[in-house]
């Protein structure tokens, strides 16, 4: 078995370790693993390999961008179980069906430590890539394209990462499927500059505080980025283009920061806060959606400032007895339907922009009320309250509204809109 000799190379270590050429034959890369040393790498031909994969130990699986492993439809195909194990460089293709065992293309488990899954293409797994307890897992540079053969919430997620403290998520291309990342019970975990189609959520979270969801764009999924149940979520320099319900929803989720970030043409709202407290939104571009941003559940507390809302239906849905003031250090939001006047120049609007009014809130709970819209009862009440602030019901107030918009550096990470 000649092809077993390995070929040795020096690598940045006290010892030797070996590369081991693989040839493209039916069992061959577990016999070469039964071989093969802590620290080796494995280097596959060009071929499909059908079989599946267990990585117990330190070894190197190189499929060189010319390999492909082929699960035949049966478990997980690539499992890793052992410490630093890198593999790059495959098409991983041919896992289960089966939910309860979460079948993956590539299955990172909680005795894997630190494992690196490097610049493969995973289609048509269950789940793409399943990081199932491993701590401080890289995950980078990988094209992910799930099923498109069941109903979407049957199918499985992109990227899955469940008590995985550390683990980051990069650069990434995720398309079809469940999910693109679903996230559920970690913490410290970045998810930075992946690319999501065609999915349900584009970031789902679920009970993971103290992480970083920055630099992602979501084109024409569901709903781009869901942070629920969560505290301290960094969510920053995300791009959120014709998602069909909303671009950021944000669910129990408190003491975020949410900024420079570029959200346009939801057909639902650009931002849904649902219970969701003290969160910090600054810098955001919400723009041509139903609803600029709704807040309901007893969402309070969040600082509102130097956002741009843009050509939205309705700007604002907030519906209180008090106000809420939107400005702070005289500086506030720009609001695009808000014919402002700034006589001293100084960038600020000379009077204060309400964007909801009494019969916004009747709107709001009697929707059949939208026939009268035209009436001239209606246009009298808004006339009133337009001369008279004080018969105005509460609710948000901009003191310092910015007479001109600032885009966020995100929008420029997408050449044209959709």
Not at 136 to 152: F, I, K, P, W, Y
Not at 227 to 254: C, K
Not at 279 to 287: A, K, P, V, Y
């Amino acid at each position: 078995m000649r092809w077993l000799l390995p070929i040795v190379s020096l690598i940045c270590s006290p010892a030797l370790a070996a590369e081991w050429d693989v040839p493209n034959r039916a069992g061959a890369i577990a016999a070469t693993l039964a071989q093969a040393a802590d620290g080796d790498t494995l280097r596959l031909a060009p071929g499909t390999y059908t079989e599946t994969i267990v990585l117990d130990r330190p070894i190197t699986l190189d499929g060189r961008g010319v390999a492909v492993i082929d699960g035949g439809g049966t478990g997980t195909v690539i499992t890793v179980t052992g410490p630093g194990v890198t593999v790059s460089g495959l098409t991983v293709v041919g896992s289960g069906s089966d939910h309860e065992t979460l079948d993956s293309g590539i299955k990172l488990t909680k005795t894997a430590k630190a494992p690196q899954v490097l610049n493969n293409t995973l289609r048509g797994n269950l789940y793409g890539i399943d990081i199932h307890g491993a701590r401080d897992s890289l995950v980078a540079g990988n094209t992910v394209e799930g099923r498109q053969d069941r109903h979407m919430n049957a199918r499985g997620n992109g990227i899955y990462v469940w008590n995985a403290p550390g683990s980051v998520v990069e650069d990434n291309s995720v398309r079809w499927g469940r999910d693109g990342i679903f996230v559920n019970s970690s913490k410290k975990n970045t998810f930075r500059n992946n690319t999501f189609r065609d999915l349900r959520f584009a970031v789902h979270y679920m009970y993971a505080d103290n992480s970083e969801v920055s630099g992602n764009v979501s084109i024409g999924n569901h709903l781009g980025y869901a942070v629920m149940f969560s505290t301290r979520v960094r969510i920053t320099d995300n791009v959120s283009l014709n998602d069909r319900d909303h671009g950021i929803m944000m669910n129990y989720a408190n003491k975020s920061v949410v900024t420079g970030n570029y959200v346009k043409d939801a057909k639902g709202k650009c931002t849904f806060l649902y219970n969701s407290h003290k969160n910090d939104f600054s810098g955001n571009w919400f723009q041509g959606c139903d609803i600029g941003i709704h807040f309901t559940a007893g969402s309070g507390n969040n600082r509102m400032v130097e956002n741009s809302f843009i050509g939205n239906r309705t700007q604002v849905k907030y519906v209180s007895s008090k106000w809420v003031e939107w400005s702070e250090a005289g500086r506030g939001n720009y609001w695009s339907d808000f014919a402002a006047y700034d006589v001293d120049g100084n960038g600020i609007a000379d009077t204060p922009y309400r964007p909801n009014d009494s019969m916004d809130h009747v709107l709001w709970t009697q929707p059949a009320a939208k026939m009268l819209l035209g009436s001239p009862a209606v246009q009298l009440v808004r006339w009133s309250q337009a001369a008279f602030p004080a018969l105005l019901p509460g609710g948000v107030m901009d003191s310092h509204a910015l007479m001109a918009p600032v885009k966020p550096a995100a929008s420029n990470k997408v050449a044209q809109d959709g």
